[in-house]
């Protein structure tokens, strides 16, 4: 008993040097061979979801154009919009290996007080794609244009309940509120949003909601079928093709503002220089390849490729537009 | 008939032996993770979903269903063996399933759930081929009021039935109830009881509730008996069928329990925890004996056996047909179809025939396969009931960890599922229900949206809850249910 003891003792010893030595080693040569090894592909969300199709997507487009040899396991750390990832990116401070993605609600957790990081609290290395939000309405709705909607707003602010599937002060509701501020419509706080978990357009579709707020990737099979009928799309220029292609962008309806939901790649805070320009240099040659071309057709994403530093400039511009909205509806924090 | 033609059709891709092979594989995986405290079809799909980008679309969907009604065979094993499901949908197999094992009748409890299972899921696709369209139609009429109601319907039909003293079950009931607050209202965006913990802002897992409250607290209660020596082993067992009186007892039951299910599992957002809850309070609410439920019953097992595999079918048809997800496995099922670069919609059926009566088609043969091999696999697994407790207690300690972290990755969860644990094993001893606790954190949280859903919509008019057939024949089912137990009293006792 005592000497399987002691061989277990000097076994853990052993390790435990030569972790700590391998660890030493490799942390000078890290820079040099980056990326060596797993890296960490990680969604905010759920398997299934907006950003776990994206992230998936550019791990396979990567391995499959051979830009990137090592290999990308894809995990999820879902929780509180992504929140509960953004904290744990907090604790790899300054490493290299971890490769997340966000969009809007990145920005919209910490302005309405869900988190207190922030997107300067990661580092932007690429935004990659472009969602817009689409306003469907039940083929038999007597709404045919998003102005029609805006009317009745204006004439009874309760008389259209919008629905959506995020909570209140989140992505779907900020969508349509954009779209009601901009046509001048000042008590945003008492439009009705009726917050779904994912039935949404269960909901409009049997009528108890007037109009769903929504991303186009979400009522696509319902819009070509013709059981919904799109009002809007929040873009500044036409999307898709067939039907889709017909649906007008709130500009065209004399509505001036646009919302993107926009997708990027992040990488930890203070994340070393020499993997940030490993990816901006990366994702910057992927949106080039036809392999991504066919992946975001297949998606229906628009391109919306932007580097590293000017993606940085342009959270800080969206930053105070949503927070322009949210306090217009009491819920800035 | 043009149903029956493409269904034939679908056969053709179904039978192909590739396809046959990932149903098997499918299946068995999903038997194996159904059976694992935490891993649910959700998690089972979520593993798959990086190998569809190398299968085909069918290839990828059969598999996916395979794991989905597998994890429906696999979900009521543990349930009915050491009283912890696996999942919510499996909690309903414990009420008669494992008092049936602690009379020794595990063999026919494990064939009668395989069986009802087999036919539960069998007349579902059935249904599925024919009337897809019109039940999906019909589903959206459910709007926030006729949910807030059927939630109603199903928290007062437990709540009635609790066994032993009514106000133990109420405090249970509201227990849940309270638990099911925490998180962030999604309707004002405002964070209740989240004491500044970040994972608490998205509410509190159901699954790791039940977890905590069965399998942990199955454990404490077993340290309890092995201390003081009333915990026995079994070491003979019997073959893995049913008699004959068993059958007739179950027959009608799985018969009324499957369109249920179906149905119940066709509704976004309502899902096979509700539809076995629901079955077992119906059955209950039946049958000549209601007093033998909950000590042994074996239609209590049949009944809710039935019902999940009928809603795991039912709860693809909201997804196929009108792309709405309408549970966390469809959703990362979804999320595979757009994977594939396949749109869910009314048109999916037009546009892709092969893909979706394939699908359909595998459901069948996957069933069948599924069926044949719980018997004999029902044969080997319970033979862990003569694993001694010292042994097989520490396993079911480990794999209740495992499996909480499996749920959402989340290190807060082992708090919670000490302190869940903890709080169900304070319950047992104290003789408080479990079970109207469990279904109120289920339907909790959705019941109080909808009503807030509601209540937005008809700006704070309540008669919005009468307002339509679906609520008032759910307000006549919710005070048919509470009254019934009473009304039946008292005829008895007329008659005597």
Excluded at chain 1, 82 to 104: D, F
Excluded at chain 2, 425 to 430: A, C, E, G, K, L
């Amino acid at each position: 008993m005592e000497k399987r003891r002691i061989v277990t003792l000097i076994a853990a010893v052993f390790i435990l040097t030569a972790t700590v030595v391998f660890a030493a080693g490799s942390g000078e040569n890290e820079e040099a061979q980056y990326p060596k090894g797993n890296l960490d592909f990680v969604a905010p969300g759920g398997a299934g979801g907006g950003w776990d199709l994206t992230i998936r997507t550019t791990a396979k487009v990567l391995k499959d154009t051979g830009l990137v040899k090592v290999s990308m396991p894809v995990r999820n750390n879902p929780g509180a919009g992504g929140s509960v990832h953004l904290t744990s990116l907090q604790e790899v401070k300054g490493t290299a290996r971890t490769i997340t993605v966000y969009s809007p609600p990145l920005i919209l957790t910490n302005l309405n007080g869900t988190t207190e990081y922030s997107y300067n609290d990661v580092t932007p290395l690429a935004r990659l794609i472009a969602d817009y939000a689409v306003y469907v309405v039940a083929a038999d709705s007597p709404y045919k244009t998003m102005n029609d909607v805006m009317t009745a707003l204006k004439k009874d602010i309760k008389s259209v309940k919008i629905g959506g599937n995020s909570s209140v002060g989140s992505m779907d509701h900020i969508q349509f509120l954009i779209m009601a501020k901009a046509v001048g419509i000042k008590n945003l706080k008492e439009i009705d949003y009726v917050s779904f978990d994912e039935s949404g357009s269960a909901q409009v579709l049997g009528g108890h909601i007037d109009l769903f707020s929504t991303g186009l990737s979400e009522v696509l099979g319902l819009i070509e079928s013709r059981d919904l009928r799109a009002l809007a799309q929040s873009s500044d220029h036409r999307v898709g093709e067939g039907i889709i292609a017909e649906i007008s962008t709130c500009q065209e309806q004399g509505i001036d503002a646009t919302f993107v939901n926009w997708r990027g790649i992040f990488g930890p805070p203070e994340m070393p220089e020499y993997a940030v320009s490993y990816w901006r240099d990366i994702f910057a040659k992927m949106v080039k390849t036809d392999e991504w071309k066919a992946a975001r057709k297949t998606n229906g994403w628009d391109d919306a490729y932007l580097d590293g530093p000017d993606f940085k400039t342009f959270l800080g511009e969206v930053n105070e537009e949503y927070k322009g909205v949210l306090s217009d509806i009491g819920m800035l924090n | 008939m043009e149903s029956f033609e493409l269904l034939l059709h679908g056969f053709t891709v179904a039978l192909q032996p590739m396809n046959i092979m990932w149903v098997t594989v499918g299946g068995i995986l999903g038997t194996i993770i159904g059976m694992l405290p935490g891993l649910g079809p959700a998690t089972g799909v979520a593993v798959l979903l990086p190998l569809t980008f190398t299968m085909g679309p069918v290839a990828a969907l059969i598999t996916m269903g395979g794991v989905y009604y597998g994890a429906m065979y696999g979900g009521s094993r543990a349930s009915i063996l050491i009283n912890t499901p696996g999942d919510g949908a499996a909690v309903a197999a414990t009420f008669d399933g494992y008092p049936m094992t602690l009379k020794g009748k595990a063999e026919s409890a494990l064939a009668i759930s395989a069986i009802a299972s087999f036919i539960g899921g069998v007349f579902a696709t059935i249904i599925m081929v024919f009337v897809s369209m019109p039940v999906a139609r019909f589903a959206v009429k459910f709007g926030p009021a006729e949910y807030f109601m059927l939630f109603v319907f199903a928290l007062a039909a437990t709540a009635s039935m609790t066994k032993g003293n009514r106000i133990k079950g109420f405090i249970s009931m509201t227990l849940g109830l309270m638990i099911a607050t925490i998180g962030i209202d999604a309707q004002s965006g405002v964070k209740r009881f989240t004491f500044n913990i970040l994972e608490l802002q998205s509410g509190i897992d159901f699954l790791v509730v039940i977890i905590a409250v069965y399998a942990l607290g199955e454990v404490f209660k077993s340290f309890k008996n092995i201390a003081e020596g009333k915990k026995t082993i079994q070491t003979g067992f019997g073959k893995i069928w049913i008699s004959m009186e068993e059958w007739k007892r179950c027959f009608w039951p799985i018969l009324r329990s499957s369109p249920l299910g179906f149905f119940i599992g066709a509704l976004p957002g309502a899902g096979g925890t509700m539809a076995s809850l629901m079955a077992y309070n119906n059955e209950k609410q039946m049958s000549k004996t209601p007093e033998e439920f909950g000590e042994g019953a074996i239609e209590g097992v049949a009944a809710p056996e039935a019902a999940n595999n009928a809603a795991s079918v039912g709860a693809m048809i909201p997804m196929l047909t009108l792309g709405i997800p309408g549970s966390g496995t469809t959703a990362v099922m979804m999320g595979a179809l757009l994977m594939l670069g396949l749109q869910p919609g009314p048109l999916l059926f037009q546009q892709q025939p092969t893909i979706i009566w394939g699908l359909i088609a595998s459901m069948f043969i996957g069933n069948i396969i599924l069926a044949v091999l719980n018997i004999p696999f029902a044969g080997i697994i319970v033979r862990v009931l003569a694993v001694p407790p010292r042994i097989l207690y520490p396993i079911v300690l480990g794999l209740a960890f495992v499996g909480t972290f499996a749920i959402s990755s989340s290190v807060m969860d082992f708090n919670l599922l000490i302190i869940f644990g903890i709080i169900g094993f304070v319950m047992s001893i104290t003789n408080i229900p479990a079970t109207p606790m469990i279904l109120a954190v289920i339907v909790g949280s959705n019941m109080e949206q909808s009503f807030r859903r509601a209540y937005k919509i008809s700006d704070a008019d309540l008669s919005i809850f009468i307002a339509s057939p679906i609520c008032i024949v759910l307000i006549a089912l919710t005070i048919i249910s509470i009254l019934f137990p009473i009304i039946k009293n008292i005829f008895e006792k007329i008659k005597k």
